[in-house]
């Protein structure tokens, strides 16, 4: 399902093909910037102030965000013409998100994972060692249009999809070996070539199309679709780089690398007979000078350059540092560990003291050439409250770094999800007297690691909140369970349903064919005084729904009977009718009747 819609640098995301409920999220990132308009980038070259000729290294680092917020996305929403005015806005709630800055002809992309917040915040550093890199590289970003520099934004998100008409089958194993050998790693390709790829996976039998009916070839096409989609998600990672004859950077894709086993268990493709959960990916992209635009840019001060004197090469200095400074209520400590050589030092944040903290030990020198060692390994252990179980953690990533500032983005290894359950604005609350609804968030790798938590739903508390903070948090599924109880003279069947979810979940009454019956009563009501109707529909060959009517002169408005109607086929309606009549006027008229029908309406009187 296709339904990315851009508005104003604001990306809308229809989360129910039936529904007017959209997310939303920034369509492109941007600069963070401070309280004077200042944009968070910085090359900063270091020389030697004996040898100002040398230069030893330089180091670019920028802050970017995807930012968004109600209000904007309001706005947005008001300016498109193809969403609803009614139109429920919320915010992207992403299961992992990560960043990839390219400087084409200069490095690699350098891909990590960034907040999983609102604001998805995300600090991206890259270390150039070539002097003609350098000085090349500080002259064009004199000219912001002139730099290539670039960030790309990879959001997977979770989407929630009706019973497919289709299913995609696969050993994604194959998949991902058929990409190896038509596309590699090294190749940029563009979103038109992993469409092709997709009818060839698809026209090659790799994927196969699963359909009620027997001949899948009308499908072909969306199918194609659909398996663009997840490829994107699975097996690609957006960058910029320089195309041969492009004079600036494209926007394309490379395969990454990734562990097929964990692909293997993900919910990929819709299923036929459930509502499913599928993941879907998003990229905001934008050149450097998208970034800064808007901003106070001064190259001057933008570009600096550091003299590095003899005892900064004494010692190995990092100055370690959270990204965000704003510790979660939840969060009790945050342990940055590190290590140079046979150097090991722990450094402990906690709400109150979140602080740059400093990793300062004796250089070492490499035994062959003399020359200091620069690289230090990183890692951190974030300890929170969970709903329930207490308190748990979990650990980033080893990471090394070379560079005299490390930031520690603890968002990145935890999710906190907000999940919303909530009746929907027009549910029937004579239908069913209560809701309970259950809320699981199982680990995919750890089926028996759970947690969950029930509400219930009814007229007087029409929506609950529950919030939970989750480790590892693309490596969960959410799932509901939504247990209806019936109300008095009601005809309808207590359901219990099972099906996953995102993070909203949203309750309706109808949840079934519906048997309709519009029952009207002109009748002559000087004569009667009251008319008591029983409604009984067989659903099932042994079970029946009943409701039962009354009219009076007061109230003789037609009245609707809607009854679950399993099967399509069974249509007969049975009414029982008793009549009561105004004082000495019920002399030779029946007291009681029966009926049965087929029709959509019906008129007592006609019946008496």
Request: glycine share 4%; charged share 20%.
């Amino acid at each position: 399902m296709d339904n990315q819609l851009v508005v104003q640098n604001i990306c809308f995301i229809r989360a129910d093909p039936d529904r007017p409920i959209y997310y939303y999220c920034a369509a492109a990132p941007g600069i963070t910037v401070n309280d004077d308009n200042q944009p968070a980038v910085q090359l900063q070259i270091f020389r030697n102030s004996n040898q100002p000729a040398t230069v030893y290294y330089a180091t670019l680092s920028l802050q970017t965000q995807l930012e968004s917020n109600p209000e904007a996305a309001r706005k947005a929403a008001d300016a498109s013409p193809d969403i609803p005015r009614d139109a429920l806005l919320l915010p992207l709630q992403a299961i992992a998100c990560s960043a990839t800055l390219d400087i084409p002809g200069f490095i690699a992309g350098q891909t990590s994972k960034t907040s999983l917040s609102n604001q998805q915040y995300c600090y991206l550093l890259a270390k150039l060692t070539s002097g003609d890199d350098i000085a090349l590289l500080a002259s064009l970003m004199n000219a912001p249009a002139s730099a290539p520099i670039a960030v790309s934004y990879k959001i997977d998100y979770l989407q929630q999809l009706p019973p497919a008409t289709f299913e995609l089958e696969a050993r994604w194993d194959q998949v991902y070996q058929f990409l190896q050998e038509s596309v590699g790693f090294n190749l940029l390709i563009f979103s038109v070539d992993i469409e092709k790829t997709s009818s060839r996976l698809i026209s090659e039998k790799v994927v196969r199309i699963k359909v009620r009916e027997t001949d899948p070839d009308g499908h072909i096409e969306q199918a194609a679709a659909e398996l663009t989609q997840i490829l994107t998600s699975q097996f690609f990672t957006p960058v910029f780089a320089r195309a041969p004859q492009q004079p600036h950077p494209e926007a394309g894709f490379y395969l990454q690398r990734v562990s097929i086993e964990d692909v293997e268990q993900r919910r990929l493709s819709g299923k036929l007979s459930e509502t499913t959960v599928v993941q879907r990916s998003l990229y905001p992209q934008a050149l450097f000078a998208e970034l800064v635009k808007g901003t106070d840019y001064q190259a001057d001060r933008v570009i600096t350059k550091s003299d590095l004197q003899d005892d900064f090469f004494a010692f190995r200095e990092v100055r370690i540092n959270l990204l965000s400074t704003e510790l979660d209520d939840n969060i009790q400590l945050v342990v940055a560990r590190l290590r140079y050589g046979d150097n090991n030092r722990q450094f402990n944040f906690r709400r109150g003291d979140t602080g740059p903290k400093l990793f300062r030990v004796a250089s070492i020198l490499d035994p062959k050439t003399g020359k200091m060692l620069w690289p230090v390994e990183y890692s951190f252990v974030v300890y929170f409250n969970q709903a329930i179980g207490g308190v748990t953690s979990v650990s980033s990533d080893s990471l090394q770094t070379e560079l005299n500032d490390v930031y520690l983005d603890i968002e990145s290894v935890y999710g906190r999800y907000d999940f919303v359950i909530k009746a929907a604005s027009r549910f029937d609350w004579s239908w069913y007297q209560s809701v309970l609804v259950t809320v699981r968030c199982r680990h995919i790798q750890r089926p028996n690691s759970s947690i969950s938590k029930s509400y219930q739903i009814s007229q007087t508390v029409l929506q609950e909140s529950y919030p939970v903070m989750l480790p590892e948090p693309d490596l969960y599924l959410f799932e509901v369970s939504k247990e209806y109880s019936t109300a008095p003279n009601s005809p309808h069947i207590p359901a219990v349903l099972n099906e996953p979810t995102s993070q909203d979940v949203y309750l309706f009454s109808t949840l079934y064919r519906q048997r309709v019956l519009w029952l009207s009563a002109s009748m002559d009501w000087q004569q009667v005084a009251m008319v008591i109707v029983s409604v009984s529909y067989a659903y099932s060959p042994t079970d029946s729904l009943q409701q039962v009517f009354q009219f009076t002169e007061s109230d003789a408005a037609p009245q609707r009977f809607s009854a679950d109607q399993i099967d399509p086929e069974r249509l007969i309606v049975n009414l029982d009718i008793w009549f009561t009549y105004q004082p000495g006027q019920g002399e030779g008229k029946p007291a009681y009747a029966q009926s049965a029908t087929r029709q959509d309406d019906i008129d007592i009187a006609n019946l008496n």
